[in-house]
């Protein structure tokens, strides 16, 4: 069965994607092939690459034919192009903070021909209105920062901690910045680490969004949850589910069954 965006008009084929290639790239950049739609991603190994997390977040959010999407902390724009894939949301947006990250996510786009559907701003979520208007989204997810700011951050300004430590947006800023652009009844998907899960559901309930769904992550059938999958509805009812969890791996280098066929990795 195609994907729900290979029907999509306007991307181009992977062979024209790979034709185009050299006009898109910077020195030190590579194209990584995503195995969906022969969609590309423009990446920097010096910088921060995608990983399992985003692959497994763009699995688990629900986004119904025609929807609004906005992904907070963006990066590359890995999500924003899995989910043009995947679903069939009429708009995705994604907001990055770093320039040069926000410049790749948005060759990205422009090497697949997603110009229509997925649009890239280089802006602080922090500044209110920066994503977009209030209530203008129907779904909203988010990859942060996983560690909060402190000592023993060797260099503030790179790449790969500001990817991983609050050090320009806090779990406060994100869930701030989520619920202003979430319609009522919209809902958003978080990934994120488990042992900040009770912080997570406080933080997300003080701005009126309630978690819905939660998936916990194993690398392995027989080791402790390292990532967690969270949905919250803004204005919902308390109602939590707890899904069966994921196993990334059913050994050592073999991705497990689930990951191949339910998440396409």
């Known amino acids: ?19 185009n290639a050299e006009a898109f790239l910077r020195q030190g950049e590579r194209l990584d092939d995503l195995q969906r739609s022969d969609l590309r991603i423009i990446q920097d190994p010096s910088k921060f690459c995608f990983g399992m997390d985003a692959v497994l977040l763009s699995g ?15 990066g590359g724009g890995i999500i924003p192009l899995l989910l043009s894939a995947k679903t069939k949301a009429s708009q995705i947006t994604g907001i990055e903070i770093q320039k040069d990250m926000a410049d790749m996510a948005e060759r990205s786009v422009r090497l697949n021909g997603l110009e229509e559907r997925v649009r890239i701003i ?7 209105g920066a994503a977009g208007e209030d209530g203008s989204q129907d779904v909203v997810t988010c990859n942060p920062p996983y560690m909060a700011a402190g000592n023993g951050i060797p ?68 080791r402790e949850a390292n990532m967690v999958l969270v949905e919250a509805a803004k204005g919902g009812g308390s109602f939590l589910k707890v899904e069966a969890p994921v196993v990334v791996f059913r050994a050592p280098g073999e991705y497990s069954p689930e990951i191949r066929e339910v998440y396409g990795y």
């Open 60 to 74: 688990f959010v629900t986004v119904k034919q025609g929807e609004r999407v906005t992904d907070l902390c963006t």
């Open 155 to 222: 260099n503030p300004e790179d790449a790969l901690a500001l990817a991983r430590h609050e050090l320009t947006c806090t779990l406060e800023d994100a869930v701030r910045e989520t619920a202003r652009l979430l319609r009522n009844g919209g809902r958003t998907a978080w990934v994120y680490r488990p042992n900040r899960l009770a912080e997570l559901f406080a933080v997300m309930r003080a701005c009126r969004l309630e978690p819905k769904r939660l998936k916990f992550v194993h690398p392995f059938a027989d």
């Open 1 to 19: 069965m195609p994907d729900a965006g290979s029907q999509k008009t306007g991307t181009c084929s992977g062979a024209e994607v790979l034709e």
């Open 122 to 128: 280089c802006g602080d979520l922090r500044v209110r």
